[in-house]
C-alpha cells in the first residue's frame, strides 16, 4: 500500500512542475472592458448612482 502511495506522491510532484507560477500571471493593466462589464463592474464596488457614473467616467477618460 505504500509502495502505491509513493509512486501517487512521485507522479504528483512530476506534473506538478508542468504549471506556470503565480509570478507569470498578467496584469491586466491594458483591459479594455464593454460598456456591461464596466457597469457591473461599477455596480458591485458602489451603491450610489452619483458613485457609478462618477466609476463609469474615470474609466473611460
Known amino acids: 500500500m505504500s509502495k502505491y ?3 501517487f506522491l512521485i507522479f504528483s510532484a512530476i506534473i ?3 504549471y506556470p507560477d503565480i ?3 498578467p496584469d ?3 483591459t479594455k472592458l464593454t460598456n456591461e462589464e464596466l457597469l457591473e463592474y461599477c455596480s458591485i464596488s458602489n451603491t450610489d448612482k452619483k ?4 466609476c ?3 474609466y473611460k477618460s
Do not use: A, E
Open 28 to 30: 491586466f493593466k491594458d
Open 16 to 18: 506538478s512542475c508542468g
Open 51 to 54: 458613485d457609478i457614473d462618477k
Open 56 to 58: 463609469i467616467n474615470d
Open 5 to 7: 502511495f509513493i509512486i
Open 23 to 25: 509570478d507569470n500571471v
